[in-house]
């Protein structure tokens, strides 16, 4: 059974970073892309950033230089460094990963099947 627990949110001022990180656990964990997605009220879920196996990355327009998704395998975990963080930043966000292992870094959140919790992100101006 895939598990994914994220860790990291909290409250942080304009200007500010985080780190997010996303533990796995219950299969080989460098095998598979992983992915940050989130959610703010009333709004869809959208993509933020993935990795590949493969350490390719994507990452959606409105974090480009702003947000970093890296991984570490000897630690099965995923992390989403934030920084010049912005009030629209604000949204619970969730750790993925995909059914498939050697698979291109994916960005629909349809292709993700098992998802963590998530985890507050509160950017105040």
């Known amino acids: 059974q895939v598990q994914l627990v994220e860790s990291g949110g909290g409250l942080v001022q304009a200007g500010g970073s985080l780190r997010l990180s996303c533990a796995a656990s219950?299969?080989?964990?460098?095998?598979?892309?992983m992915g940050w997605f989130r959610q703010a009220p009333r709004r869809e879920r959208e993509f933020v950033a993935a990795?590949?196996?493969?350490?390719?990355?994507e990452y959606a327009d409105s974090v480009k230089g702003r947000f970093t998704i890296s991984r570490d395998n000897n630690k099965n975990t995923v992390y989403l460094q934030m920084n010049s963080l912005k009030p629209e930043d604000t949204a619970v966000y969730y750790c993925?990963?995909?059914?498939?292992?050697?698979?291109?870094?994916?960005?629909?959140?349809?292709?993700?099947?098992?998802w963590g919790q998530g985890t507050q992100v509160t950017v105040s101006s």
């Open positions: 990795i590949s196996w493969s350490l390719n990355t």
């Open positions: 993925a990963t995909v059914t498939s292992p050697f698979t291109r870094v994916q960005v629909s959140p349809e292709v993700y099947n098992y």
């Open positions: 219950g299969r080989t964990f460098h095998s598979y892309a």
